[in-house]
């Protein structure tokens, strides 16, 4: 790995086919919490978390100062408020949001059309034919953040490589405001480096049962053959086998449809009583909701999925004829089936709830934290 270009390394590889592209990942650094810090300059320097300062809110980004103290996304706020007891929060502004990544949006379609939204705050690019005929995607990436800092006064960090999931992990080794380039012949030395948990849609249940397969870092799994991670990670396996040899055939595709997005929770306790399923749901609301307006989508179709004890799973689902307004509307929505389904015949281990039919983005692969993952 390295921090600058060699263009004739690149350009080499350019033409050289085999799947080999020039991708850029941009992500912003802290994205929303920096928005925040940015529109109040009370807050600069300061610890800061956006998201519900509630007892069952969530961190939704979290600034560097609040990271020193161990302050993460998708963490609990008042675990967050423990671990750093000045953290100021700040209620998130997808409206603002939203309004930065479209002129985010536009500088990127500037260099090419193959631009890949993974959420508000990261994309990928395709520039192996960039538009303004630069050729070397190190130089477009550092024009792009200079762009970006110019007009929105943020930082964004990038990775350069020849595939999405290199180039997705490349733009984390230097954040915040950092680039790094990963070249064709670094890529496997690279990957074989890596702890597993790293690899984009690994989440910590994958990683958990990596783990327990002897599988730690990139190099582990690249001693695994095909059967036995089909064996052990069913359609999974293709990619994990491809990814530890540093290959990534995935296409970066402008406005794919997302089928849909959701979240589960398996219960530490099962539950069985109507309070406790209702506020169970509610949990299961807040972050799925947040997850929805992060990505900035819609969708008309709420399914609620419950696993009984004995694993058979029941899941009843409500079409409107318009796009989910709101979260209120998401919530009414998912009462209504769960309503209609109690009393239950049995304790539930797992409930979840997804919004589909959308219009937007996503990442086939992806798996997120904790017990939620992204359906
Ligand atoms: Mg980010």
């Known amino acids: 790995m390295s921090g600058q270009s060699n263009e004739a390394d690149e350009n080499a590889v350019g033409a050289a086919g085999f799947g080999l592209r020039k991708i850029i990942h941009v992500d912003m650094d802290a994205f929303y919490a920096s928005v925040e810090q940015r529109d109040d300059p ?6 800061v978390a956006v998201g519900g300062s509630s007892e069952r ?4 980004a979290a600034s560097y100062e609040s990271r020193v103290f161990g302050v993460r996304s998708a963490m609990p706020s008042v ?3 423990r671990l750093c007891p000045g953290l100021i929060f700040r209620k998130p502004r997808f409206d603002v949001y939203r309004a930065v990544s479209q002129q985010i949006r536009a500088i990127f379609e500037t260099f ?3 631009v890949e939204p993974l959420s508000l705050d990261e994309a990928y690019l395709d520039v192996t034919d960039d538009l303004r005929g630069i050729g070397s995607a190190t130089r477009i990436a550092q024009i792009i953040r200079a762009e970006i800092r110019a007009q929105t006064g943020l930082t964004a960090s990038a990775g350069v490589s020849y595939n999405k999931f290199i180039a997705k992990l490349a733009s984390d080794e230097n954040k915040p ?5 990963i070249r064709p012949g670094e890529g496997v030395a690279y990957v074989a480096s890596l702890p597993i948990r790293r690899f984009h849609g690994v989440g910590p249940r994958s990683a958990e049962k990596m783990a327990r397969l ?4 990139g190099a582990d799994l690249a001693t695994k053959d095909i059967a036995f991670l089909r064996a052990n990670f069913g359609s999974f396996a293709d990619y994990l086998y491809r990814a530890a040899r540093g290959v990534d055939l995935r296409a970066v595709r402008a406005d794919r449809p997302r089928k849909s997005l959701g979240g589960e929770r398996t219960f530490d306790r099962d539950i069985s009583s109507g309070s406790a399923l209702r506020e169970a749901l509610d949990n299961i609301v807040d972050i799925v909701w947040e997850r929805i307006d992060k990505a900035g989508s819609r969708g008309r179709t709420v399914t609620l999925k419950l696993k009984h004890i004995d694993f058979t799973i029941l899941t009843r689902a409500r079409s409107m004829p318009h796009a989910v307004a709101d979260k209120r509307e998401f919530a009414q929505l998912g009462h209504a089936l769960l309503d209609a389904l109690l009393p239950l015949p049995q304790p539930i281990r797992l409930m979840g709830l997804t919004l589909s039919a959308l219009e937007g983005e996503e990442d086939e692969i992806e798996e997120q934290g904790g017990q939620l993952s992204l359906l």
């Open 42 to 47: 009370s807050l600069r320097g300061k610890p």
């Open 57 to 60: 809110g969530v961190v939704a």
């Open 79 to 81: 675990r967050a408020a």
């Open 112 to 114: 090419t059309p193959h």
């Open 177 to 181: 405001d950092g680039l790094c380039v």
């Open 214 to 217: 002897g599988i730690e870092t």
